[in-house]
């Protein structure tokens, strides 16, 4: 995790798309949203999972946070919690950031 306050450096203006083979759903079972893909499933918790729930291929990372902050208020690791999703989500190749 990365230093309080100090948010990566990523391009807000990227739009995540989940990748070939990859889809978000809430899963009764888990009570809980999973990610699925085709070698298994990730189960989400909440945070993950209300930002996946904003990833359409249309909204920006500026959008989402947007979206998300509105959500929540003012809170200050907002940004940086969805910029290091956006990060570890394009690392683990679950998203593309075009």
């Known amino acids: 995790m990365s230093t309080p306050n100090v948010v990566p450096n ?26 699925l893909y085709p070698e298994g499933m990730i189960k989400l918790n909440e945070s993950a999972s209300i930002i996946g729930q904003q990833i359409d291929g249309q909204a920006s990372v500026s ?19 969805i910029v290091e999703y956006m990060l570890v989500a394009q690392r683990e190749h679950w998203i593309d950031l075009l």
């Open 10 to 35: 990523l391009d807000l203006s990227l739009v995540p798309t989940w990748r070939h083979g990859y889809r978000l759903q809430f899963e009764p079972a888990q009570d809980a949203y999973v990610l």
């Open 63 to 81: 959008d989402i946070i947007e979206k998300v902050s509105a959500m929540f208020g003012d809170v200050p690791e907002i940004k940086q919690d």
